[in-house]
T-cell receptor, first 113, second 108 residues
């Protein structure tokens, strides 16, 4: 029974469009994250939130906007999509932001055509 | 910059053999996790081991913090162990830095 739910599992988008990736966690964790895995690259950190506040942003582009409507939700809005945005986006959570075990969702595979 | 180096990049074994995976990191780690990534892409946390030795099932992780290295030992490998093993480090910044992974293939 997955405790971190990501929707959708697969997503195909047209260049220039906007999409929202959904993430909900049912682990009671206080910290949530987004990571990205592009082809042949290591997983890379994008954002961290703690108690619904943005703590760290490692994305160079403002086209990526996390949105936290509830403590256990962290969606990712991506605007003006580009083919280079094609990747698997993983949502993750941990009890606290530092030095605690991090758990990952199954990912949303985004393809921009 | 802060890096995570894993070796070997790939490993092919016969079922029943033991696997030894290595992770080296560039400065003091406050958190270290080993993950399994299935061929389908899902990430599963195997062990959280910033220091010392931890066991779970057929897995043993040993982290020597002063030497900035960690190992993951898989005993009596099975075909279902095939996949990519990732080492990830938090350098007390509240984010994980991942290595490139070790792709493990277990032949029947």
């Amino acid at each position: 029974d997955p405790k971190i739910i990501q929707k959708p599992k697969y997503l195909v988008a047209v260049t220039g469009s906007e999409k929202i990736l959904i993430c909900e966690q049912y682990l009671g964790h206080n910290a949530m994250y987004w990571y990205r895995q592009s082809a042949k690259k290591p997983l890379e950190f994008m954002f961290s939130y703690s108690y619904q506040k943005l703590m760290d942003n490692q994305t160079a582009s403002s086209r990526f906007q996390p949105q936290s409507s509830k403590k256990n939700h962290l969606d990712l809005q991506i605007t003006a999509l580009k083919p280079d945005d094609s990747a698997t986006y993983f949502c993750a959570s941990s009890q606290d932001r530092r030095n605690t075990e991090v758990f990952f969702g199954k990912g949303t595979r985004l393809t921009v055509v | 910059g802060q890096q995570v180096q894993q070796s070997p990049s790939s490993l092919v074994l016969q079922e029943g053999e033991n696997a030894e995976l290595q992770c080296n990191f560039s400065s003091t780690a406050t958190q270290l996790q080993w993950f399994y990534q299935s061929p389908g892409g899902s990430l599963v946390s195997l062990l959280s081991n910033p220091s010392g030795t931890k066991h779970t099932g057929r897995l043993t992780s040993t982290t020597v913090t002063k030497e900035r290295r960690s190992s993951l030992h898989i005993s009596s490998s099975q075909t279902t162990d095939s996949g990519t093993y990732l080492c990830a480090i938090d350098y007390n910044q509240g984010k994980l830095i991942f290595g490139q992974g070790t792709k493990l293939s277990i032949k029947p």
